[in-house]
Every structure is written in structure tokens, then in C-alpha cells.
């Protein structure tokens, strides 16, 4: 049986990852004994499309409306048990894609950058229980941090140099988690709310001209999603989660945390 379920969730995992907001929210029950810790090591793939926020390129409405945020997040995860409630921290490094910002007539077509850092804080716990059931908020904030890429080609005819900076990137994430715990599993689902905000600052030089800059706000297309997840115990002090997430565009990942 227990095989079974670590199948799902493996399942979960990649399906997640291939197919492309917020880190994981988990089940809302703490892993953590009151005043203990736990530490944690995870990986999340998060995809998103978010829009101008009332504002335009150059007054060019028609120039890069909504983009498609694709990353890759590994983190380090601290825990620490408060009774009921759980309050963590995040540490880790994120590379970001964002499809068809360059508009060349040929060669590169989208923002890249490998790797950089990002933190994030969060709690969660239980307002009501049973022996099988639980229900209780989760709540989590990110910071980002800057992300730059550029490149040079032709655009119409005239050699230019296009460098974008993503800056003040941060979101905000609430969810209230119910869980079930079955042969040994814990099984859990609910819905979000989230807020996030990306400036996008674009640097245009063409050959025999001086540059020219301008910044646009992005902003979520939607503010309402879904996650759902199992949490898998290995022994009795390490256990496996894995969770899927859906706003705008489908997300998700898997963790593994050390109980001491």
C-alpha cells in the first residue's frame, strides 16, 4: 500500500515539473514537536503568466502584455515547532525564463538567467481536528531577488542591444489546508489567495543612438488557485512531500524533511 502511494507521489513530482506560484503549503498539521526543529531540503517548478499592471512599453500597448514566468527553485528549509502552529524559513537559488522577450529578427528569443538567490518566511497550523481530519491556514511570503539578461541583434534592420532587469519581485500567499490521514499517509488540498509583483526595466541601444530606458510593472493575471499534495512518511524522523499547484498555469514539486 505504502508503495502504491510513494508511486503517486513520484507521479505527482514529475508530472508537475514537466508540465509547468508560491513554494509548497503542505498539510496544515506540523511535522515539528513543540520546541523542536526540523530542516528540510526541496525542489519546486513554478510557472505563471502575469500581465501589465495599467502600464506600457513606450506607449506601446501591444509590446509584451503578459509574459510567461518559468522557473526552477531548490531550496533549505527551517522549521520550528510551536504547539499546534509551525513557522519556517526558506533559503535557496531560482534560475527564470521568460518566453519571446527578444525581438530579433533572428537568434535569441528569451530572457534567461541561471541562478539566483531568494528567501521566504511562512507558518501554518490547526484551528480544528479529529483523529482523521485537520483544517488550518497556511501562509507564506517570497523576496527575489534581481534577474537580468541581455543580448544583441537585428530588429529591423538596425543592429540594437536589448538588457532587461527583473527587480522588487516578491509574492504573498494564504491558503487554508484541509488533510486525511490514511494508511499512514496524509493527504491534503485546498484553496489560495496570492498577490506578486515584478518591475520589468528594459534598456533599448541602437547603433547611432543613445539608449533608452523604461520599466513596467507586471502583475498577476488571476489572484485565486488550488494545491493538493500527500505527505509520505520514510521514518519515524524523515518524510517525503509532494504537491501540485494550479493558478493561471500549472506548478509543483517535492521535499524531504529531517525531523530532530
Known sequence: MKKWFLSVAVVLFVLS??????GPFGAPAPLVLP???ALGIGYFYQAEKLK????TFAGNPNFWQKADF???????????????WEVFGRLGGQSLVINDV???????????????????IGFKGIVWRNSTFAVGPVFQANYYSKLSDSATGDIGGT????????KEYWDINLGISAQARLAGMTFFAGPYFYWKNARVELTVTAAGAAPVQD???????????????VRIPITKNLSLDAEGQYSNKLSGGASVTLLF
Open 17 to 22: 515539473g514537466s508540465l509547468v506560484w508560491a
Open 35 to 37: 520546541g523542536k526543529i
Open 52 to 55: 501589465q499592471a495599467g502600464e
Open 70 to 84: 518559468k522557473s526552477h527553485q531548490a531550496y533549505l528549509q527551517a522549521s520550528y515547532g510551536l504547539g499546534n
Open 102 to 120: 527578444f525581438v530579433f529578427t533572428a537568434g535569441k528569443k528569451d530572457f534567461r538567467d541561471p541562478i539566483e538567490p531568494f528567501g521566504g
Open 159 to 166: 543592429a540594437a542591444s536589448l538588457s532587461y532587469e527583473v
Open 215 to 229: 520599466a513596467v510593472r507586471y502583475q498577476p493575471v488571476g489572484f485565486v488557485g488550488g494545491f493538493a499534495g
